[in-house]
């Protein structure tokens, strides 16, 4: 759902996207859509490839995104 302010309504998808966005529950864990964000290289680590602060802002930015999963590089 999308909030504006203090009402909540839902987003305006076209039909052949409502699947999309449907909830998914996969054994105990409800994803709220079946968007998923998956690891790619941003070259945003240090000399060894270790998170910085930058790459921890890449990554809490694209979780605020909305996708129902989110899974990122080892």
Request: charged share 25%.
């Amino acid at each position: 759902m999308v909030t504006t302010g203090s009402t909540e309504r839902e987003p305006d998808v076209p039909q052949e996207f409502k699947v999309l966005f449907s909830p998914l529950k996969i054994r105990n864990v409800e994803l709220k859509n079946r968007v998923v964000f998956l690891p790619h290289a941003t070259s945003y680590g240090d000399q060894y490839f270790a998170p910085t602060d930058r790459s921890a802002y890449y990554y809490a930015e694209r979780a605020e995104g909305g996708a129902g999963l989110s899974s990122f590089p080892a």
